[in-house]
C-alpha cells in the first residue's frame, strides 16, 4: 500500500483526496499547515508527498526547500491555484518533482503520483545494471565484466540485458526467441549461435564462467 503526506489548508479539497485515494487503496497522512507538514515529513516514511504552495505558517516552496535541504528525497508534487511559468519554475528551483494546477483530474493526479513513486522505488528501467561483476550501462548499450568492455553485437547485448534483469532467475529460450525475433522465430541454431558468441565475450576470457545452460529450458547468470 502507497503512503503519501497530503499537506492542504483547504478542507473540502483535502475531504475531495482523502476520498478518492483511500478507495484506490492508499494510505494518507495529513496535515493542514506547513510547520506541521514539515514536522511529518522529516519524522515519517512516506512514498509521496502532495504538497499545496499557498500553506499557513509556512508556504509550500520554503517547505520543499528545507525537506531537500535536510536531505529528504521523497517525491513531492506540489498542487496549486497558480498557473503561471514563473511559478512552476519557482517550484523546480525548490526540489518539487512535479506540479499540477488546481482544478485537476483526479485520474491525471493518481497517474502522476503512481509514476513518481514507481521512480521514487526504482521500478522504472535503470540506466545501469548490475550482477555480481557485470555492469551494463542502459544508455550507452555498453556490457562490462570486472570493468572489461564486452564487444558486443545488438542481438547478444539485449540477451545480456534479458538475463541480468532477471538474475539469478532463469530465461527461457521461449522469452529470448520472442524478445529478440518476435513472430518469425528461427530455428534453434541461431539462437545456440549468438549463446555462443555471447559466451566468447562474456566468459572466455575470465577464470569462472557466468552463463549457465539449463537443458530445455533456457539460460541464467551465476552469482561469483
Known amino acids: 500500500m502507497n503512503k503519501v503526506l497530503l499537506v ?13 485515494f483511500e478507495c484506490e487503496g492508499m494510505e494518507l497522512d495529513y496535515a493542514d499547515n506547513g510547520e506541521l507538514g514539515l514536522q511529518l515529513a522529516l519524522e515519517g516514511s512516506f ?17 520543499c526547500n528545507k525537506l531537500r535541504e535536510a536531505g529528504v528525497s521523497t517525491p ?31 485520474e491525471i493526479l493518481e497517474a502522476r503520483i503512481q509514476a513518481l513513486i514507481k521512480r521514487y522505488r526504482g521500478q522504472v528501467a535503470s540506466t545501469v ?7 551494463i550501462d542502459q544508455k550507452t548499450r555498453q556490457a562490462f565484466r570486472e570493468d572489461k568492455l564486452l564487444a558486443l553485437n545488438p542481438t547478444t547485448y539485449t540477451i545480456l540485458e534479458m538475463l541480468c534483469q532477471k538474475a539469478p532467475e532463469i530465461v527461457t529460450r521461449q522469452e529470448l526467441s520472442e ?10 541454431d541461431v539462437l545456440r549461435s549468438h ?30
Open 179 to 188: 524478445k529478440l525475433w518476435q513472430e518469425s522465430e528461427p530455428n534453434n
Open 76 to 106: 513531492v508534487l506540489m498542487l496549486t491555484a497558480l498557473d503561471n511559468r514563473e511559478d512552476m519554475l519557482k517550484g523546480f528551483k525548490h526540489g518539487a518533482d512535479d506540479y499540477l494546477t488546481k482544478p485537476f483530474d483526479l
Open 129 to 135: 545494471l548490475q550482477f555480481s561483476s557485470l555492469k
Open 8 to 20: 492542504e489548508d483547504n478542507r473540502e479539497v483535502a475531504g475531495i483526496l482523502f476520498d478518492y
Open 47 to 63: 512514498d509521496l508527498i502532495l504538497l499545496d504552495l499557498m500553506l499557513p505558517r509556512m508556504d509550500g516552496l520554503t517547505l
Open 195 to 224: 549463446i555462443y558468441q555471447l559466451r566468447n565475450q562474456l566468459d572466455k576470457p575470465f577464470a569462472k564462467p557466468m552463463l549457465t545452460t539449463i537443458p530445455k529450458i533456457g539460460f541464467r547468470l551465476e552469482e561469483l
